[in-house]
Structure formats: structure tokens, C-alpha cells
């Protein structure tokens, strides 16, 4: 079963504008990770927070880290119209096997 | 370049078929893996491997084999036992075999069966 889930499934903005996605998990965690895909394309690392983190920056990316509540979210700000792509956020599981467990993804699109 | 590398990037397969999807990496990572990416969908585990010559089934392993004879290559056999195996295949590798490495990803496979 899928241990992350992304809200919204898709979200449509403008360029400039900030676009925030969200992660919710089951189980506790080590760490959490954002990845990006390109239509057709791998999966490219963002991003990863560990569970004693509470927030991450990497260039116009923020991430946050709510254990309490399980989740975590994805800020991309000033978005431009090559960030539309989908996002993933995968967990791993405290105690769990060698292995990331991938959300379902949010579609960005950024139009121009 | 260091980089993972899938081929061919789009396959065709008549059912009763197996194909194997060739994944090679010389990032000298220790561990590679496969997923199956479906429309809409996230990723989904079939096999991993920590080490040359093992590897394990991950959480969609039936109708798939798996080799890992050398560090560097990881091919995928999909065998005439799946029996939907129309789908993106993506191919990682990690630097350890640690769930809290980064996964470096290959571009991918389509895969459609005829």
C-alpha cells in the first residue's frame, strides 16, 4: 500500500506564483524525500528532510516536515514554466526494509 | 558522464513473449532497482538488489526476474506469466544500500504489449 499520499492530484497556476503540494504518511518515518519527473522521463532527488528536520530549503524549494501530524510540504516559489512537472514525495518506514514507498504524485502545470 | 542508462527506450511485445530491459549505472552505486510506473500512478517496487549476485522481490515481483551478476547491470525480464505489462519501467540505483540515500533514476522504458 502506497505510505505517502500527495494533495492536490493536480494543481494549475501561473507563472510567479508560489505552488505548495502536500505529503501525507502512515507509519513513522526516517526521513522523507521530493522528487520531480518530467513527462516521459526518471525521476530526478529534490530533496530530502530527515524526521528530527522540521524545514529544508534548496534554492526557490521548501520543504516542510510535520511529524505530529505526518506530513510534509512541497513549496516551489516564483514558479517559472519549466517546474511543470510531477512531484512525488517517498518515505521510508522506521524499522521497515531497505526501501522507499512513492506517493501517487501532484501534476504541476506553470502557464506562462 | 556518470549516470544510469536504460534501453531501449521504447518496446513492443507480443503477449506470450518475454523481453528483457537492459539497466547499466557507472555511478559505482551498490544497490539498483526497478520500478513500474502506470497513467496516473506512482512508482511501484518490483525487485531490489543491495549487492552483486542478490537481490530481493519488491512488492510486485510476479511475473518478473531479475539477474545482478555485475555491480553495474541490472536487467529486468518481464515474462509471458505478467499478465499486464504495459507500462513505464524506471530503473534506480543508490550510492548504499541505505533506505535514506538518494535514488538516481534512468529515463525509462515504455513497454506495450501488441
Known amino acids: 500500500s502506497q505510505q505517502g499520499e500527495e494533495d492536490p492530484q493536480a494543481l494549475s497556476i501561473q507563472e510567479g506564483e508560489n505552488a505548495t503540494m502536500n505529503c501525507s504518511y502512515k507509519?513513522?518515518?526516517?526521513?522523507l524525500q521530493w522528487y520531480r519527473q518530467n513527462s516521459g522521463r526518471g525521476l530526478v532527488h529534490l530533496i530530502l528532510?530527515?524526521?528530527?528536520?522540521r524545514e529544508k530549503h534548496s534554492g526557490r524549494l521548501r520543504v516542510t516536515l510535520d511529524t505530529s501530524k505526518k506530513s510534509s510540504s512541497l513549496l516551489i516559489t516564483a514558479s517559472r514554466a519549466a517546474d511543470t512537472a510531477s512531484y512525488f514525495c517517498a518515505t521510508d518506514a522506521q524499522g521497515g526494509s531497505e526501501k522507499l514507498v512513492f506517493g501517487k504524485g501532484t501534476k504541476l502545470t506553470v502557464n506562462p | 558522464d556518470g549516470g544510469i542508462t536504460q534501453s531501449p527506450k521504447y518496446l513492443f511485445r507480443k503477449e506470450g513473449q518475454n523481453v528483457t530491459l537492459s539497466c547499466e549505472q557507472n555511478?559505482?552505486?551498490?544497490?539498483m532497482y526497478w520500478y513500474r510506473q502506470d497513467p496516473g500512478q506512482g512508482l511501484r517496487l518490483i525487485y531490489y538488489s543491495q549487492i552483486v549476485n542478490d537481490f530481493q522481490k519488491g512488492d510486485i515481483a510476479e511475473g518478473y526476474s531479475v539477474s545482478r551478476e555485475k555491480k553495474e547491470s541490472f536487467p529486468l525480464t518481464v515474462t509471458s506469466a505478467q499478465k499486464n505489462p504495459t507500462a513505464f519501467y524506471l530503473c534506480?540505483?543508490?550510492?548504499?544500500?541505505?533506505?535514506?540515500?538518494?535514488?538516481?533514476f534512468g529515463p525509462g522504458t515504455r513497454l506495450t504489449v501488441l
Open positions: 528532510i530527515r524526521s528530527n528536520e
Open positions: 555511478l559505482n552505486h551498490d544497490a
Open positions: 507509519t513513522s518515518i526516517n526521513n
Open positions: 534506480a540505483s543508490t550510492k548504499t544500500s541505505g533506505r535514506w540515500d538518494e535514488q538516481f
